[in-house]
């Protein structure tokens, strides 16, 4: 079963439009991450978010993480059509180990 | 720096076959981690090595697969007699010691035929 989930299978906006991904997971972690990948490429990170923190920002990206809902957003203001990508959540499995459990993904598209 | 590199991008196998993958990590990185992607099953870990030592080899299938990292510029992951369901997108990702950033190469899409 997935540790960690997106909420949405799929979301589509309008460039310039918000956006907010969210994620469940399921065990005790010591930090959450965010990651994008685009078609034919890896994961790329876009956020490491540490258990005792409740938001992080990058840029045009805010996450945010609530450890006691085990939940975390991913908000992007002023979509470009180069955000369109797949969005994943990480965690790791709550062990000493730094392997990452990722979620099914959220594809993103976003429209001229 | 070129990232994290892996070769080859495309492989194609018949079903009973060998098939090798290759994984350079960032230089001075130490630790580096094998992953596959599928469309079913997602992003799946396999296996981790840190400092070329395995440390965890709990997503590896038992039978078939092994990976190896005899030096701190490469790694490898093989799969004997391949079969169909073997077919995935396998990435290999490097970062440095600690939760931290992984850093993902391109990934080699391995088809088995």
Same mark, same amino acid.
């Not at chain 1, 459990?101 to 594809?107: E, V, Y």
């Not at chain 2, 080859?8 to 993958?21: D, F």
């Given at each position: 079963s997935q540790l960690a989930e997106e909420n949405s299978w799929a979301l589509s906006v309008h460039e310039g439009e918000s956006v907010t991904v969210n994620? %469940?997971?399921k065990t005790s972690i010591t930090a959450l991450q965010w990651y994008r990948q685009k078609s034919g490429k890896g994961p790329a990170q876009l956020i490491l978010i540490r258990s005792n923190e409740r938001e992080k920002r990058n840029g045009r990206l805010r996450a945010t993480l609530d450890t006691s809902s085990q939940s975390s957003s991913l908000s992007i +203001?002023?979509?470009?059509?180069?955000?369109?990508?797949v969005y994943f959540c990480a +965690?790791?499995?709550? %062990? %000493?180990?730094n392997k990452l459990i990722f979620g099914i993904g959220t594809l993103? %598209?976003?429209k001229p | 720096n070129a990232g994290v590199i892996q070769t080859p991008r495309h492989k194609v196998t018949g079903k009973g076959q060998e098939a090798t993958l290759w994984c350079e990590p960032i230089s001075g990185h130490s630790a580096v981690f094998w992953y596959r992607q599928t469309i079913v099953q997602g992003l799946e870990f396999l296996t981790y090595f840190r400092?070329?030592?395995p440390i965890d080899d709990s997503g590896m299938?038992?039978?078939r697969f092994s990976a190896q990292m005899p030096n701190q510029s490469h790694s490898t992951l093989k799969?004997?007699? +391949?079969q169909p369901q073997d077919s995935a997108v396998y990435l290999c990702a490097s970062s440095r010691l600690g939760i931290d950033t992984q850093y993902f190469g391109p990934g +080699?899409?391995?088809l088995v035929l």
């Amino acid at each position: 079963s997935q540790l960690a989930e997106e909420n949405s299978w799929a979301l589509s906006v309008h460039e310039g439009e918000s956006v907010t991904v969210n994620c %469940s997971y399921k065990t005790s972690i010591t930090a959450l991450q965010w990651y994008r990948q685009k078609s034919g490429k890896g994961p790329a990170q876009l956020i490491l978010i540490r258990s005792n923190e409740r938001e992080k920002r990058n840029g045009r990206l805010r996450a945010t993480l609530d450890t006691s809902s085990q939940s975390s957003s991913l908000s992007i +203001t002023a979509t470009r059509c180069e955000d369109t990508a797949v969005y994943f959540c990480a +965690t790791d499995d709550g %062990s %000493s180990g730094n392997k990452l459990i990722f979620g099914i993904g959220t594809l993103l %598209s976003v429209k001229p | 720096n070129a990232g994290v590199i892996q070769t080859p991008r495309h492989k194609v196998t018949g079903k009973g076959q060998e098939a090798t993958l290759w994984c350079e990590p960032i230089s001075g990185h130490s630790a580096v981690f094998w992953y596959r992607q599928t469309i079913v099953q997602g992003l799946e870990f396999l296996t981790y090595f840190r400092n070329q030592a395995p440390i965890d080899d709990s997503g590896m299938p038992k039978e078939r697969f092994s990976a190896q990292m005899p030096n701190q510029s490469h790694s490898t992951l093989k799969i004997q007699s +391949t079969q169909p369901q073997d077919s995935a997108v396998y990435l290999c990702a490097s970062s440095r010691l600690g939760i931290d950033t992984q850093y993902f190469g391109p990934g +080699t899409r391995l088809l088995v035929l």
